[in-house]
Nanobody
């Protein structure tokens, strides 16, 4: 069974940066696509970044493109989300997800809260 543990959330001022980390365990990390998704109060969960296991190709929606960067370290079983130029609308619980394809959550972490103050 895959386990995912997120860390790195917190309170940041608008324009600031945060780096989220996700520790993967339980299966072979290199065979899973990894994603970050977020859910703001009253809104549906949305994927904000994905990275494929096969070629490290990435996906970002327009709302975060150019500001967020996903990366993975296969030697450490870790995936990261670097978030720059944060906006108040980025405030949400951020979840790490693992799936057989990008933007698919076969397994989910418990989430870490990111709050961006204006």
């Amino acid at each position: 069974q895959v386990q995912l543990i997120e860390s790195g959330g917190g309170l940041v001022q608008a324009g600031g940066s945060l780096r989220l980390s996700c520790e993967f365990s339980g299966r072979t990390f290199g065979t899973y696509a990894m994603s970050w998704a977020r859910q703001a109060p009253g809104k549906e969960r949305e994927f904000v970044a994905s990275i494929h296991w096969r070629d490290d190709s990435t996906y970002y929606p327009d709302s975060v493109k150019g500001r967020f960067t996903i990366s993975r370290d296969n030697a450490k079983n870790m995936v990261y989300l670097q978030m720059n130029s944060l906006k108040p609308e980025d405030t949400a619980v951020y979840y790490c997800a693992a799936g057989i394809t990008p933007r698919r959550g076969d397994y989910w972490g418990r989430g870490t809260l990111v709050t961006v103050a204006s």
